[in-house]
């Protein structure tokens, strides 16, 4: 017999779960349908070592809306987190070390170390990138206007092309540069040393399969910075029991609405009746109907592998083919016996709980890049370490520590008809050798690993390329292009189904905005559409 609701939500990640919990509070029965044994998609808890949890691929909080942490009442469900003491922390391979963070006095203090002018740089440098966040931040829980669609679109562009010109004409200068340029090019016009270039670079190559000297490169980097965490702009965070407990607490506000969470529920296609999409068959062959189809997975999977290519049009299965995935990341958990001495700071301290970048310059993430996109990975990764047991021990046996391990210089895909299953094991060695090489012993302090090459992160949580950002974050595929130029309005091709995941707008990360957006898209279409059948 087949099932019936008013909306099914394709991925139970953290898009899909606050797109339901908003469609249930305006009185749908919702279903959300989930492949995996546990929902929250890429922001899950695992326990990879007995006595050993860590966040398995997201691993950092910031980007959250505080809009949905509000909404869903997040906190009452056991959302909590806490600020890093510190930003991040750079060692370098002489010895010397950069602290950023703790407030702007000790940060320029740092800086200063290393140049007295780009401590003096700094506070303009912020200033500016708050000001085009600020834009950013009112944009991000906005419907772009979708071309094609006449006078509403004019309107809608309008309307949120008055909030870019609330920048003045410097603001907006900042924002041509950021949108087009490189990295090292937007920060060669701040700064001049090579170690403050690159703890402030570092995050233009975060889940962006590119150097900081690729053009574009420049969005990334703002990108991580229009987040919040306890209403602290741009701050990061560790949320207590990892990254799962914040797609927990959705689900437990999701349930207190009224949706149907089901798991171990593949979803094998999309079923279209007269050119519309009408419900989905899981892979046990069961059909389970409604007239909104919302999918929170990536534009490739879906398009390429759960729709028919006949109900597409054909220039729209063009594009898709031709939408950039890949983000050329590796992601590691590592049980440790002991905390991580650095050369540069070995004493414990605040610096163990910032985010630790092992990339003393842009030139080294260049090489990086090349590297990979030459050989299918690079020998001296990119790499952020994380050990949120510092802040909280509930991760691990009393005395010992988890370290994430977030990696740039892998390509999704090996040349020469090599294999991710082949070579894995080999770049995690790579991984371990440039921490080595900045904290000795540390890879005798591993008693455990969990890997995950981007093939993985294809096969775990059906990341096209294993891209975290559910596609490349470039002008071309960003805001109203998102995923393709006329359906950025998180409508697809086919009337009835929907997209709410990060391959829309605003992009990736968690922050719950494209399940926000969709869930409000698709709840404006169904009032217009009532008052349609009212005046009809």
Known sequence: MTQRYDAVVIGGGHNGLVCAFYLARAGLKVCVLEARSVVGGAAVTEEFAPGFRNSTASYTVSLLQPKVIRDMRLREHGYRVVLRPLAN?????????????????????????????????????????????????????????????????????????????????????????????????????????????AVLGFDSVVGNHAGPSTPGSAYVLLHHVFGEVNGEKGAWGHVIGGMGAVTQAMAAACRDAGVTIRTEAPVARVVTERGRATGVQLASGELIAAPILVANIGPKPLYETLVDPVDLPADFRTRIAAYQVGSGSFRMNVALSELPRFTAWPEPGPHLSAGII???SLAYMDVAFEEARKRGWTRRPVVEMLIPSTLDDSLTPPGAHVASLFCQGFSP??????????????????????????????????????????????????????????????????????????????????????MCGAGTHPGGGVTGAPGHNAAHAILRDRSLLGRWRRRR
């Open 413 to 498: 895909t090996l040349p020469d008809g090599r294999s991710w299953d082949e070579e894995r094991e080999a770049a995690a060695d790579a991984i371990l050798d440039v921490v080595e090489g900045y904290a000795p012993g540390f890879k005798a302090s591993v008693t455990a690993r969990q890997i995950h090459s981007p093939l993985d992160l294809e096969r775990k949580f059906g990341l096209a390329g294993g891209d975290i950002f559910h596609g490349r974050m470039s002008l071309d595929q960003l805001w109203a292009a998102r995923p393709v130029l006329g359906h950025g309005s998180y409508r697809a091709p086919i009337p009835g189904l929907w």
């Open 358 to 360: 092992l990339a003393p």
């Open 89 to 197: 922390f750079l060692p370098l391979p002489d010895g010397r070390s950069l602290a950023m963070g703790g407030g702007m006095a000790s940060t320029r203090a740092e800086v200063a170390k290393f140049s007295s002018a780009d401590a003096e740089a700094l506070p303009a440098y912020h200033a500016a990138l708050d000001r085009i966040a600020d834009v950013l931040r009112d944009l991000a829980l906005s419907i772009p206007p979708n071309v094609g669609e006449g006078l509403a679109t004019l309107l809608d562009a309008a309307r949120q092309g008055r909030r870019l010109g609330r920048l003045d004409v410097e603001g907006q200068r900042d924002l041509l540069e950021l949108f087009t340029r490189s990295a090292r090019e937007f920060l060669d016009r701040w700064f001049e040393s090579d170690p403050v270039k």
